[in-house]
């Protein structure tokens, strides 16, 4: 089945830093990946949708200028947490779709930031 | 925007018995899917629901589209401890490719010995 890997599992920084999360299709091409914060005993929030080549698409209050996402190429998107701050602490997921816009959503095991 | 709602939001069964799952939305929804997340995890895949009145199963899981596709339900039967986790229902907010996928906020499930 697809595979998406997220990298890395678990980040702990201090506040000011920044982190990037990588989130790689391993055995599909994916048009378009999206990334998902969760608050603890939450649902996933969508952040951003991220299409190959163009800008990722934000979700209203999402800060586009903190969380940057790049989709460089079509196995390849990452998120960067610019300027961490204990507030951004979260469990970040990425997910991709394979195949038509139907097509279900695979998702990599999720990125435990923790900024100090 | 299109809102899940699931019920319950916990559940705590004893191994063996079954339990359903409910998700609801107010709108038709456009591709019904079910996932399963351990804490800490990623999301695994579960089922696809499309058309009215769809039911799949896979092994001791089985999930239904009503025929007006506003609802699904999850069914366990006999369930196990490796049934434990999270269950978060997803669909379309729209038919397009650009649609996005929204999740309601999960059912937690205990299995006791």
């Known amino acids: 089945g697809a595979v998406v890997s997220q990298h890395p599992s678990r980040v702990i920084c201090k506040s000011g830093t920044s982190v990037k999360i990588e989130c790689r299709s391993l055995d599909f091409q994916a048009t378009t990946m999206f990334w998902y914060r969760q608050f603890p005993k939450q649902s996933l929030m969508l952040m951003a949708t991220s299409n190959e080549g163009s800008k990722a698409t934000y979700e209203q209050g999402v800060e586009k200028d903190k969380f940057l996402i790049n989709h460089a190429s079509l196995t390849l998107s990452t998120l960067t947490v610019t300027s961490a701050h204990p507030e951004d602490s979260s469990f970040y997921i990425c997910s991709a779709r394979a195949g038509s816009e139907v097509s279900p959503l695979h998702f990599g095991n999720g990125t435990r930031l923790t900024v100090t | 925007s299109q809102e899940l709602e699931q019920s319950p939001q916990s559940l705590i069964v004893q191994e063996g018995k079954n339990l359903t799952i409910n998700c609801t939305s107010s709108?038709?929804?456009?591709?019904l899917y079910w996932y399963k997340q351990k804490y800490g995890e990623g999301l695994i895949f579960l089922m696809m629901?499309?058309?009215?009145?769809e039911e799949k199963s896979h092994e001791k899981i089985t999930a239904k589209l009503d025929e007006k596709k506003q609802q699904s339900s999850l069914h366990i039967t006999a369930s196990q401890p490796s049934h434990a986790g999270t269950y978060l229902c997803?669909?379309?907010?729209?038919?397009?490719?650009?649609?996005?996928?929204?999740f309601g906020k999960g059912t937690m499930l205990l299995v006791s010995p």
């Open positions: 997803g669909a379309f907010e729209g038919n397009s490719g650009y649609s996005t996928l929204t």
């Open positions: 629901l499309q058309k009215g009145g």
């Open positions: 709108k038709t929804l456009y591709g």
